[in-house]
């Protein structure tokens, strides 16, 4: 708490929640990432709100690239571009909060506050949200639309944690051994084995 004077009659109170990894925990414990908002009464008046993120961040080893449409065929006059997508799934036995989770290089794309990707579910996103529907309606609509776009000749995709530190990161080509078909053909690259490395 501040106080100017003994006789003044303003009084700042700063509140603050503390994380703490013990396992005496006193207060609340939260298990997810979590926004708090908080004010103060004052006499006949609510302060301003204060709000804050509180992220849980946990290992999301298990959250792996499970399907790259890099170079879609051709519609017509549409460009295949418009119908890219890069699905990941949680392999592992307990939910995943993506929240701030990001694909950092080949697109971009961040995760929203609370999104969380239950045991054994995918999550697509698309380069253009009308034309996944409109092409893959069986699919349902993509969970998101990313910035930029996958490169037809091949890059690296990075999917990164909320701290910044890579969770995987997918090299890719379009020249053997890489799979041809996946180069404009109509089929996407997906891995041999989803749960194991995860690095190709």
């Known amino acids: 708490g501040l106080n100017s004077s003994a006789a003044s009659v303003d009084f700042l109170i700063v509140p ?3 994380a703490v990894t013990s396992e005496e925990i006193r207060g ?3 298990e997810r990432t979590t926004t708090v908002r908080a004010r103060a009464w004052t006499g006949s008046a609510w302060s301003a709100l204060a709000e804050a993120v509180f992220r849980v961040l946990r290992p999301i080893d298990a959250l792996r690239i499970t ?6 065929r051709d519609e017509g006059a549409i460009d ?3 119908y890219e997508y890069i699905e990941v799934q949680n392999t592992g036995a307990a ?5 701030g989770v990001a694909f950092t290089d080949g697109i971009d794309y961040v995760f929203p506050e609370g999104f969380v990707l239950e045991p054994g579910r995918f999550v697509v996103l698309a380069a253009d949200f009308a034309a996944f529907t409109d092409r893959y309606p069986a699919a349902g609509p993509p969970a998101g639309v990313y910035a930029g776009s996958l490169s037809n000749s091949g890059e ?4 990164a944690a909320a701290d910044g530190i890579p969770i995987s990161s997918i090299p890719y080509d379009d020249v053997p051994p890489w799979p041809v078909d996946a180069d404009g053909f109509g089929p996407s690259l997906v891995p041999v084995d989803p749960a194991g490395s995860a690095d190709p």
């Open 80 to 82: 295949g571009d418009a």
């Open 16 to 18: 603050a929640l503390e």
């Open 95 to 99: 939910a995943l909060d993506l929240s």
């Open 156 to 159: 690296v995709v990075t999917l």
């Open 28 to 30: 609340i414990a939260i």
């Open 67 to 72: 399907e790259i449409m890099y170079n879609p």
